[in-house]
């Protein structure tokens, strides 16, 4: 059974950090590309980063601005996202999610090219 769990999530204040852990379990972790997306209540989800199976590529949204940096260690079938400086706008449930990959750098920002999805973790930034 494929199973995706994010973990990490919290409440912090504006300017603090978070790092975000998606641990991957029944599949072949390192053939799959990553992504993270969010989703803020009333808002539809948004890409925020993807990494390729070796991690050698790389992409994130815009608004990302440099502040969150996405990884993983294939070793342990985790993908992380290393959130920093967050603001109130950055507050939403957080979704990793894994698709099959077609290359070594393969990366994917559309939401609808992903195979598996987690059940997200809450993050919420206050003022």
């Known amino acids: 059974q494929v199973q995706l769990v994010e973990s990490g999530g919290g409440l912090v204040q504006t300017g603090d950090s978070l790092r975000l852990s998606c641990a991957a379990a029944?599949?072949?972790?390192?053939?799959?590309?990553i992504g993270w997306f969010r989703q803020a209540p009333g808002k539809e989800r948004e890409f925020v980063a993807t990494?390729?199976?070796?991690?050698?590529?790389?992409r994130s949204a815009d608004f990302v601005e440099g502040r969150f940096t996405i990884s993983r260690d294939n070793a342990q079938s985790t993908a992380f996202l290393q959130m920093n400086s967050l603001k109130p706008e950055d507050t939403a449930i957080y979704y990793c999610?894994?698709?099959?990959?077609?290359?070594?750098?393969?990366?994917?920002?559309?939401?609808?090219?992903?195979?598996?999805w987690g059940q997200g973790t809450q993050v919420t930034v206050s003022s």
């Open positions: 999610a894994a698709a099959r990959s077609r290359n070594y750098f393969y990366t994917e920002t559309r939401d609808y090219n992903y195979d598996y």
């Open positions: 029944g599949l072949t972790f390192s053939s799959l590309a």
């Open positions: 990494i390729s199976t070796s991690g050698g590529s790389i």
